[in-house]
Antibody, heavy 120, light 107 residues
Framework: QVQMVQSGSELKKPGASVKVSCKVS????????MNWVRQAPGQGLEWMGW????????TYAQAFTGRFVFSLDTSLSTAYLQIDNLRTEDTAVYYC?????????????WGQGTLVTVSS | DIQMTQSPSSLSASVGDRVTITCRSS??????LNWYQQKPGKAPELLIY???ILQGGVSSRFSGSGSGTDFTLTITSLQPEDFATYYC?????????FGQGTRLEIE
């Protein structure tokens, strides 16, 4: 069965970096696009962008350009989200989610979420 | 960007009730509309895709309809496990925007 397991919670200081991992099993990572979604405390869902898992090409939503980096290690079946120069407003739960191959598509499987807390 | 607006933002109902949540897009998205359920502390789960197709394993008490700019999610005979927050999302074009969410609470 499909599983997406994310790395554990992180506590970071402003200005630091964090790298969140999302290890998939039950399917071949390069066959489905990987998306990232942010949820700030008590807030809704915000689409951050996606990475083409076949070519490795990332696409970022406008609010997530510059400090956010999507990457892959297909040999490990793992996708990564790195956030540089962390700010307190980056405090949120970050989800990886697979985009289905159906058309229209949807996010059919999700990681459990990784809480990133940025505080001095 | 396509804006997604849900109504109401919150809703109180009782077990056994029928409820409807509405989602409107700022431009036509055909049927590129998905619905997700999220329970506290958990990841969202896909309920309905392509506006009206039930994801496998989802109860038939859930149904979706609409096309263009106006969509609805209907839940019949509410069960205790249905009390959660519901989000619509458009998948026609990036950014794949979500609605602000509708919190369904027990009355």
């Amino acid at each position: 069965q499909v599983q997406m397991v994310q790395s554990g919670s992180e506590l970071k200081k402003p200005g630091a970096s964090v790298k969140v991992s999302c290890k998939v099993s039950g399917y071949t990572i390069s066959h489905f696009a990987m998306n990232w979604v942010r949820q700030a405390p008590g807030q809704g869902l915000e689409w951050m962008g996606w990475i083409n898992t076949y070519t490795g090409t990332p696409t970022y939503a406008q609010a997530f350009t510059g400090r956010f980096v999507f990457s892959l290690d297909t040999s490990l079946s793992t996708a990564y989200l790195q956030i540089d120069n962390l700010r307190t407003e980056d405090t949120a739960v970050y989800y990886c989610t697979r985009r289905s191959s159906s058309r229209p598509s949807a996010f059919d499987y999700w990681g459990q979420g990784t809480l990133v807390t940025v505080s001095s | 960007d396509i804006q997604m607006t849900q109504s109401p933002s919150s809703l109180s109902a009782s077990v056994g009730d029928r409820v409807t949540i509405t989602c409107r897009s700022s431009q036509s998205i055909d049927t590129f509309l998905n619905w997700y359920q999220q329970k506290p502390g958990k990841a969202p789960e896909l309920l309905i895709y392509a506006a009206s197709i039930l994801q496998g394993g989802v109860s038939s008490r859930f149904s979706g309809s609409g096309s263009g700019t106006d969509f609805t999610l209907t839940i019949t005979s509410l069960q205790p496990e249905d009390f959660a927050t519901y989000y619509c999302q458009q998948s026609q074009r990036t950014p794949h925007t979500f609605g602000q969410g509708t919190r369904l609470e027990i009355e």
